[in-house]
């Protein structure tokens, strides 16, 4: 190449190569992630159904929706903290931990900005007047 401007034109085109590399190279890598990330439980009767321990928050007005929806009171766990959780969540139902949480949304989305590598939010179960909205957290498969 003996012009500036051949010179220009191939460096410019070097940087769209590259460009376009690592956006379709970022592109994949996040289809593949978003496929392996499926829920251990993907339904809170499967919890009932199981007779599996499930962890909700102290001091949340959650402890009476799960009685009105027949857990075994002797099935459920109470945790105070996010890192409480995520270590009860990591021992699972049969290692003396729980099988899934009940969390409030919002306080949800503070947990799963903290541990979302390992953790889901399956599926709202119940929406009460005004703040509260109850939603169930399961352990991510990856």
């Given at each position: 190449?003996v ?38 439980i ?13 962890g ?6 959650v ?7 027949n857990?075994?009171e ?28 009940i ?10 900005g ?10 709202s ?12 957290l ?5």
């Open positions: 190449m012009s500036n401007l051949a010179r220009f034109v191939v460096i410019i085109w070097v940087f769209v190569v590259l460009i376009l590399t690592q956006s379709y190279t970022a592109n994949l890598t996040s289809l593949l992630t978003v496929q392996q990330l499926q829920p251990t993907t339904d809170i009767n499967q919890l009932i159904k199981n007779g599996e321990y499930v909700y928050q102290g001091g949340s007005f402890l009476p929706i799960l009685k009105k929806m857990f075994d002797t099935k459920l766990r109470v945790y105070d903290t996010a890192e409480e959780c995520d270590i009860l969540l990591s021992k699972g139902s049969a290692n003396g931990g729980i099988a899934g949480a969390f409030e949304i919002p306080y949800m989305k503070l947990f799963l903290q541990y979302c590598s390992k953790y889901t939010m399956v599926e179960i119940y929406k009460t007047d005004g703040f509260g909205f109850v939603s169930f399961s352990l991510s498969l990856s």
